[in-house]
């Protein structure tokens, strides 16, 4: 078993190596498995495909499912600020690559239709956990319970995403927030950054 995860994560680092340098349609499975010095079948047996490379490398590992304390006590003063905080590090985390690769990654998405599979569940459960809070349910006039909200925001960031892989992102963040604001209908009183 340690053989497979060490082969596995040899994987991702020399495709991930390969993609930022080449792209992802330029990259061979020949040419991963050489880059790590393995045969094709050992690629085949660690029981990945070449799109599941590129996703993982918009999934850094060991990312919590649960909330922080920090992210605890930022809910209590300033729970907006704690949920657009997580939108952001899911944003950063998608246009970390440039425009090339995340376009790459739409297209895989879209062909292997794999979308549920790159926002993973540590992201996914946090957002979860904080809409779930009397802080911010508190804040939304939105009748849908946290996991539908969740779905919903995931939506709003894959759109967001591939404005931005296509190359006509004007928006800065702000406008993102500002999208979000209304997505929600978020109480005007409230004060967003």
């Known amino acids: 078993m340690r053989k497979k995860k060490a082969v596995s994560q040899a994987l991702y680092d020399a ?12 990259v061979s499975i020949d040419e991963i498995c050489a880059k790590v010095g393995i045969s094709k079948p050992t690629f085949y047996a660690a029981d990945l495909k070449k799109h599941e490379l590129l996703i993982h490398l918009y999934k850094p590992a060991n990312r919590e499912a649960v909330l922080s304390q920090e992210d605890l006590e930022q809910l209590e003063n300033d729970p907006v600020s704690c949920f657009l905080d997580l939108v952001d590090e899911i944003i950063e ?3 970390a690559y440039g425009t090339r690769l995340l376009s790459d990654l739409y297209q895989v998405l879209i062909q292997e239709n794999a979308i549920d599979d790159l926002i993973d569940d540590g992201w996914r459960n ?3 956990l904080l ?9 939304l006039r939105i ?3 946290p996991d539908e909200i969740c779905d919903l925001v995931c939506c709003y960031i894959l759109g967001s995403g591939s404005k931005f ?3 006509n992102r004007d928006a800065s963040l702000q406008t993102f927030h500002d999208g979000l604001k209304t997505l929600f ?9």
Not at 15 to 26: C, N, Q, T, V
Not at 185 to 193: G, K, L, M, S, T
């Open 93 to 95: 985390t998608f246009t």
């Open 126 to 128: 946090r957002m979860i």
């Open 165 to 167: 892989a296509l190359g």
């Open 185 to 193: 209908r978020i109480r005007q009183e409230e004060v967003w950054r």
């Open 131 to 139: 809409l779930s809070t009397e802080q911010i349910q508190g804040l």
């Open 143 to 145: 009748d849908l319970p």
């Open 15 to 26: 495709s991930k190596e390969l993609f930022l340098k080449k792209g992802y349609d330029a």
